[in-house]
Structure formats: C-alpha cells, structure tokens
C-alpha cells in the first residue's frame, strides 16, 4: 500500500513540473452556474501553441463541420458588438412588453379597484418594464490561439443598476447554450508530446431575468 501511495505521489508531482505536459491547464472550460466562464489558465509556453500548419482554416472549419456558429465565432478579429448601457437601454424602449406584464393589476390588493385609462396604463407598464427589462450583452473575447475559432461572442447580463422597485433585485443569468469550438491539446512529454484539435463546449449566457 506504501509503495502505491507513493507512486501516486510521484505522478502527481510530476505533472506539476514545467516540461510535463501542461500544467495547470483546464483542459476546458469548467461546468459552472456562474457565468460567463472565467478565463482559463494557460501554460505560458509557446511549444504548447499551434503552428502555423496547425492552423489552416479549411481544414478547421471541415473538422468543426456543422458546429461552426458564425453568429457567436469568428476567425479574425471581429467589430464591435452591442455592449453598452446606451444600447441597452434603447434596447429595453423596442422590446415588447412580456405577456406577465400586460396582465398586471395595477389596483391594491385590498380595497375599491384603481380605474387606470389605457394610455394611463401603458405608460405605466412601460416605465416598469424599462427598469425590470434585463438584456443580454454582447462582447466578443478573445480565447487565445489554442482554440479554434479565437473569437466567440459571449453574453453578460446588463448589471450597471438594480432592476427592481424598490431597488435590491439584479439581472441574473437564466438560461444558457453551448458552442462547440475545437481545442489544441497536447499530451505526453515534451519530447515526444503529441499535439491534435479535440472538440469541446463553450457555455455562452442566452436570456437574462431580474431576480434577488
């Protein structure tokens, strides 16, 4: 049992050393409730980087197949996308007022029924919905050469002020898709590492709700 233990220690430490494979690298991006995904760590090391022959778009883009998004990736440096508070805000002024909404009984629980006129009523609903609306952003983050395509568009919930009256509640994360990118990963010792493309998913936020 001793000997065991410590040839699991010896494995162990030997995958912390500079030269041993790729340590301290997530392989992908980790499963998590919390997005967007963090940055992941890479080893500093450009012999862990894709060489220019690695990289020859139409055989990526034949290997990724039918999983190549061009609304959420994209080879080259793309242009902006809509992230700001000004965009979103005209963003809440377009967006049609949710069904919930429309069926909203402005009168107190208790007590006569509040007769409100329709023009009344539909400022009021809007002005709600301008502070309960929660947009999802877009900007377009750079993965770094040891994924394929570099770029993707990830979302964020716009979180620049509460969205309640009163205030306390915050736009949150509800929903989420997954876009499959192609990942470099090398196996073995320097050496004699050996070095492909190998599919993974990349979690991207899909619908924002204001909640506690």
Not at 39 to 44: A, G, K, L, M, S
Not at 51 to 72: N, Y
Not at 139 to 155: A, H, N
Request: glycine share 8%; with cysteine; proline share 10%.
């Amino acid at each position: 049992m001793t000997a065991i233990w410590a040839l699991l220690l010896c494995s162990c430490l030997g995958l912390l050393r500079p030269g041993a494979g790729q340590p301290f690298l997530r392989l992908r991006p980790s499963p998590s409730d919390n997005l967007p995904v963090k940055d992941i760590v890479e080893h500093p090391d450009p012999e862990y980087d894709p060489k220019e022959h690695d990289l020859d778009e139409r055989t990526l883009r034949k290997k990724l197949g039918s999983h190549f998004d061009p609304g959420f990736m994209a080879v080259a440096v793309p242009g902006p996308a809509n992230a700001s508070g000004a965009e979103a805000a005209a963003g809440r002024a377009r967006a049609a007022l949710p069904a919930e909404l429309r069926r909203l009984d402005l009168g107190p629980p208790q007590g006569p029924r509040l007769r409100v006129g329709k023009k009344a009523r539909r400022k009021v609903l809007q002005w709600l919905w301008a502070y309960t609306y929660c947009p999802v952003l877009y900007t377009w983050k750079d993965l770094g050469v040891r994924f394929w395509p570099r770029y993707i568009k990830e979302g964020n919930c716009f979180a620049e002020k509460s969205c309640s009256l009163p205030e306390g509640m915050f736009c949150k994360p509800v929903k989420s898709v997954t876009k499959t990118f192609l990942r470099w990963h090398c196996q073995g010792w320097s050496s004699q590492k050996y070095c492909t493309w190998i599919p993974v998913q990349y979690p991207l936020i899909s619908e924002c709700k204001c909640s506690c």
